[in-house]
């Protein structure tokens, strides 16, 4: 994947850098520190595969909505941390712990407009700046159900729907919009969205698995941390239908008072049950129906590198 889009991450870098630029010193430092914190740029690198389905490829052209989509995304995840009061992200401590919440929001706000002002003025299909709209949309949406949801016990199928709007939705239109950019047709474009949309159901049940499995060194944040923070996901979900403590697990997961050692003693019941390994199946079953959904007609380098995602998606531990 880095191969066919090597040049266009390193411009989205740079071009991250410029955009973050604010007459508010205060808002530059934010800024730059967000940048610097890093991440895997996913969604952008999505929209930059799915551009290159086309021989015809401006980077000028392009660039724009990359920076675009990676500013939003930024600005959702100071949001975030604010609404959940967390200290690290990426290992790097959060805006929102380092410069208060007031001037956190203010600074995702910031992030949000110049993402919007950096394409105002392009000729884009009037479909991009509908999508993602419907992105922010959702990205607020989901965000109030799962604040409505802390520390109660919710079904599957509401786990589902918070997830879709929280993440799966942004990358299903970080795909659908590169395809736009590149002139295919709606079928095409459609068949790229449902790419997106599973590859990001399947991207979030991986974060929530390695909340509950991985290290604080690797993911930067204490395993059960979702279980601190209220947020019940599968696999606790799972092991609430299906583990012989389920009855100690829900009177866990629903107090807020819970402390380190509840939160350990959650994770425990957890791996005790199938919860995980019912959560991975799902992961695979996304990834499967995220292949498949690829158009026939992508260059094979550029379906390659879909699959190529999919497959690490399928496999990292961080």
């Not at 786990?159 to 239109?173: G, L, P, Q, V, W």
Request: glycine share 6%; with cysteine; net charge negative.
């Amino acid at each position: 994947m880095l191969y066919v889009i090597k040049n266009d991450l390193n411009a989205l870098e740079k071009g991250l850098s410029c955009q973050v630029y604010s007459d508010a010193a205060l808002i530059t430092e934010i800024g730059r520190h967000l940048v610097k914190a890093g991440g895997k740029r996913l969604r952008p690198a999505l929209y930059f595969l799915a551009a290159h389905s086309r021989s015809q490829y401006d980077i000028n052209y392009v660039l724009p909505l990359a920076i675009t989509i990676e500013l939003i995304h930024m600005a959702s995840l100071v949001h975030d941390d604010v609404l959940d009061n967390a200290s690290t992200r990426r290992g790097a401590i959060t805006a929102n712990a380092k410069w208060g919440n007031n001037i956190s929001i203010l600074s995702g706000d910031f992030l949000f407009a110049r993402a919007f002002g950096l394409i105002a003025n392009k000729d884009y299909d009037k479909r991009v700046l509908l999508r993602l709209a419907d992105v922010i949309c959702g990205l607020s949406e989901g965000e109030i159900h799962q604040n409505e949801k802390h520390y109660k016990l919710r079904s599957e199928e509401e786990y589902y729907e918070a997830i879709s709007k929280k993440t799966a939705d942004f990358i299903a239109a970080s795909c659908e919009i590169g395809g736009v950019v590149a002139g295919l047709s709606k079928d095409d474009t459609d068949k790229l969205h449902t790419y997106g949309l599973c590859l990001g159901m399947a991207f979030q049940i991986t974060d929530d698995i390695l909340d509950l499995t991985s290290s604080d060194k690797k993911i930067g944040k204490p395993a059960g941390n979702d279980i601190l923070q209220g947020i019940i996901t599968l696999p606790v979900i799972r092991a609430v239908h299906t583990g012989p403590d389920r009855e100690e697990l829900v009177s866990i997961i629903t107090d807020k008072e819970l402390d380190a050692e509840m939160v350990k003693r959650a994770v425990e019941i957890t791996k005790n049950s199938s919860g995980l390994d019912y959560a991975r199946e799902k992961v695979y079953d996304y990834l499967d129906r995220a292949r498949q959904a690829l158009p026939d007609g992508l260059p094979p380098s550029i379906k390659k590198s879909f699959i190529d995602v999919a497959d690490f998606v399928g496999k990292r531990d961080f």
